[in-house]
């Protein structure tokens, strides 16, 4: 019973630090037209017991544009998340997934989507600061 419940103890507490992916994480994000490229910023909080909420910020030249967070799902190793953003006359509707590369960093792809038809995708890439 004793290496039962230290085994239970051992998972989870390894569960609930490989699942702290809270932070700022500061990286790029290239179009896969190779047209459009900045840095990309994101914000991961925990929400209270269950949830999480991402804060995502682009800087596609030199000023950095604040989206309107939307959903943000981190399941340990996986991030996805969606905000709205306005870049000049432009509106869009983006959605980020990706997964974890180690304890600090994450990578995967995103698309934009404007008016109902599709828009940029690409890739991006971040590490905690």
């Given at each position: ?71 943000c799902s981190v399941d ?54």
């Open positions: 019973m004793l290496r039962v419940t230290l085994l239970a103890m051992f998972l989870l507490g390894f569960s609930a630090v490989a699942a702290d992916r809270s932070g700022e994480y500061v990286g790029t994000y290239t179009s896969s037209e190779g047209d459009a490229a900045g840095k990309l910023r994101i914000v991961i909080q925990k929400d209270g017991d269950t949830g999480w909420s991402c804060k995502v910020f682009f800087t596609p030249g030199d000023e950095e544009i604040a989206t309107k967070p939307g959903s340990n190793d996986k991030i996805t998340t969606e905000f709205d953003a306005d870049h000049g006359d432009a509106s869009f509707h983006a959605t980020l997934k990706g997964t974890a590369v180690d304890e600090k960093s994450f990578e995967g792809t995103y698309a934009t989507a404007a008016g109902g038809e599709a828009g940029d995708h690409g890739k991006w890439k971040v590490s905690r600061r």
